[in-house]
C-alpha cells in the first residue's frame, strides 16, 4: 500500500479485516480503543522525549529510530480508524468539518 494510491476506505478495510482475522473487533469497545491510542501516542512522543527541539528531525537520520517512527504513527493511525470504524465515523468527512470550524475560528488573515 502506498498513499498515492490507497484510499483511506482500503486501508480501514485492511485494519478491519486483519483486526477481523484474529479476532480482535468482537470484543472492542470504546473506552479499551481509546485508552491504546493514547498508549500509542505516548510511545510516539517517547521518542522525542530527552531530544532537544533542535534534534527532533535527526531522528529520520538513525535508521533504527526512524523505523521505530514509523511503527509508532502507523499504531496511532491505527487505533484512530478502528476507533472511526467502531462509531461508525467517516474520518474524511470528520476532517473536512473540523477544518471547516478552524476556517471560521482562525481566518487567514
Given at each position: 500500500?502506498?498513499?498515492?494510491?490507497?484510499?483511506?476506505?482500503?486501508?480501514?478495510?485492511?485494519?478491519?479485516?486483519?483486526?477481523?482475522?484474529?479476532?480482535?473487533?468482537?470484543?472492542?469497545?470504546?473506552?479499551?480503543?481509546?485508552?491504546?491510542?493514547?498508549?500509542?501516542?505516548?510511545?510516539?512522543?517517547?521518542?522525542?522525549?530527552?531530544?532537544?527541539?533542535?534534534?527532533?528531525?535527526?531522528?529520520?537520520?538513525?535508521?533504527?529510530?526512524?523505523?521505530?517512527?514509523?511503527?509508532?504513527?502507523?499504531?496511532?493511525?491505527?487505533?484512530?480508524?478502528?476507533?472511526?470504524?467502531?462509531f461508525g465515523i467517516d474520518l474524511s468527512a470528520a476532517v473536512e468539518s473540523k477544518a471547516g470550524k478552524n476556517a471560521v475560528k482562525y481566518p487567514v488573515k
Amino acid at each position: 500500500m502506498e498513499d498515492k494510491i490507497t484510499t483511506l476506505s482500503e486501508v480501514k478495510k485492511y485494519i478491519q479485516d486483519f483486526s477481523d482475522a484474529r479476532g480482535w473487533r468482537k470484543d472492542q469497545n470504546a473506552k479499551d480503543l481509546v485508552m491504546a491510542l493514547t498508549v500509542e501516542a505516548s510511545e510516539l512522543a517517547e521518542i522525542f522525549m530527552w531530544l532537544h527541539s533542535d534534534e527532533a528531525d535527526s531522528v529520520r537520520e538513525d535508521e533504527g529510530e526512524f523505523e521505530h517512527l514509523k511503527e509508532e504513527v502507523a499504531d496511532v493511525f491505527w487505533y484512530l480508524c478502528r476507533i472511526c470504524e467502531h462509531f461508525g465515523i467517516d474520518l474524511s468527512a470528520a476532517v473536512e468539518s473540523k477544518a471547516g470550524k478552524n476556517a471560521v475560528k482562525y481566518p487567514v488573515k
